[in-house]
């Protein structure tokens, strides 16, 4: 009888979330296809402060990460950049007028891609700092 080897963390991320990705394409196909175009929220509000009080989580924790010089900096800059594009997606696809939508492209490109742009910089930055030091 053959033994299986145990998997290496690295080998499970990229085999598990490899998999996940994939998987996920024909649901995003079906959910596409099969989700109405138009849905009332009772809870609306309470979506978008919950998320901007994520934001605003994710900014002060970056901001200490930077003071304290933590090895989380990098992951917290990563995270906040990434929920900085799905803000800028959000709000673009959300706005239903044309002078909201015109507003809300504006701001992204403005303001919330080039700071998520910022945030990946300075993952990528502190990434290689540590790898730098790691190495010393």
């Not at 996920?24 to 009332?40: D, E, G, V, Y």
């Not at 800059?77 to 909201?100: K, P, Q, R, Y």
Request: charged residues 15%; contains cysteine.
């Amino acid at each position: 009888m053959t033994r299986l080897r145990s998997l290496t963390l690295r080998q499970f991320v990229m085999v598990a979330f490899g998999a996940v990705a994939v998987l996920l394409m024909p649901w995003t196909a079906f959910l596409s296809l099969s989700l109405p175009s138009r849905h009332a929220s009772t809870h609306w509000d309470l979506a978008w402060t919950g998320f901007d009080i994520g934001l605003a989580v994710l900014f002060g924790a970056t901001a200490l990460a930077a003071y304290r010089r933590s090895t989380w900096m990098a992951a917290l800059a990563a995270s906040l950049g990434t929920l900085l594009i799905v803000d800028a997606w959000f709000d673009i696809v959300l706005e239903s007028h044309s002078d909201e939508r015109r507003y809300a492209i504006l701001f992204a490109f403005a303001a919330e891609l080039p700071a998520a742009a910022i945030c990946f910089w300075i993952a990528g930055r502190t990434e290689r700092f540590l790898a730098w030091r790691l190495d010393d």
